[in-house]
């Protein structure tokens, strides 16, 4: 079976621009989380959806939205992108909400210039 | 608030010899605790976790941790290490309750010197 896939793998756009980044779970698993990594830190917790609804959100700006397709795959949308929203975007599928067990895509990597 | 710490930024350590990679946290709910790898330009990869049962979990490549809850600790371990486990290590703890949310630490880069 896939792992989880993320797209597009890197992007650079400029400040002001919207970017859409894409993920597809594992097969079977009906929450994905997305997370934030800037260079040199740990990840950040931004968003965790299960059965299409958010169950749990970081502390992130409104520019940033996700949602859940029926079939599971996710998007996240960030707005009016800053300079400082450049990093490594991860997102990780596990069967429910437990979060017992979390697999992680190798993630979508944005410039924002 | 819930928190992950990771104690050391950086270890440097020789081929052969054991490491210790600390990690405490802080929640005032229950917990799950994991680490992950991160090589280079890569995604995160799962080593272990402590769900609950045994405080002493083994993982892949020969790494262990163990848990305790007095001194809530979660330190990971390795009595031989490889050049090959040079990479970026982070501890994370996963909210059971109360808004079901992952928090890592900072990392801990393991630097294996020959």
């Known amino acids: 079976d896939a792992g989880v896939t993320q797209s597009p793998t890197h992007l650079i756009k400029t400040r002001g621009q919207h970017v859409t980044l894409r993920c597809s779970p594992i097969?079977?698993?009906?929450?994905v989380s997305w997370y934030q990594q800037v260079l040199g830190q740990g990840p950040q917790f931004i968003f965790q959806y299960y059965e299409k609804e958010e169950r749990g959100r970081g502390n992130f700006p409104d520019r940033f939205s996700a949602r859940q397709f029926p079939n599971y795959s996710s998007e996240l949308n960030v707005n009016a992108l800053l300079l400082g929203d450049s990093a490594l975007y991860l997102c990780?599928?596990?069967?429910?909400?437990?979060?017992?067990?979390?697999?992680f895509g190798e993630g979508s990597w944005l410039t924002v210039v | 608030a819930q928190s992950v710490t990771q104690l050391d930024s950086q270890v440097p350590v020789f081929e052969e010899a054991p490491v210790e990679l600390r990690c405490n946290y802080s929640s005032s709910v229950s917990v799950y605790l994991f680490w992950y790898v991160q090589y280079p330009n890569q995604g995160l990869q799962l080593l272990l976790k402590y769900l609950s049962g045994s405080t002493l979990v083994k993982g892949i490549n020969g790494f262990e941790a163990e848990f305790n809850k007095s001194q809530t600790s979660f330190h990971l371990r390795k009595p031989s290490v490889h050049i090959s486990d040079t990479a970026e290590y982070f501890c994370a703890a996963h909210l059971v309750t109360g808004g079901f949310k992952t928090i890592f630490g900072a990392g801990t880069r393991l630097f294996v010197k020959a």
């Open positions: 097969s079977g698993h009906k929450s």
């Open positions: 990780a599928s596990s069967l429910d909400l437990g979060g017992n067990t979390i697999y």
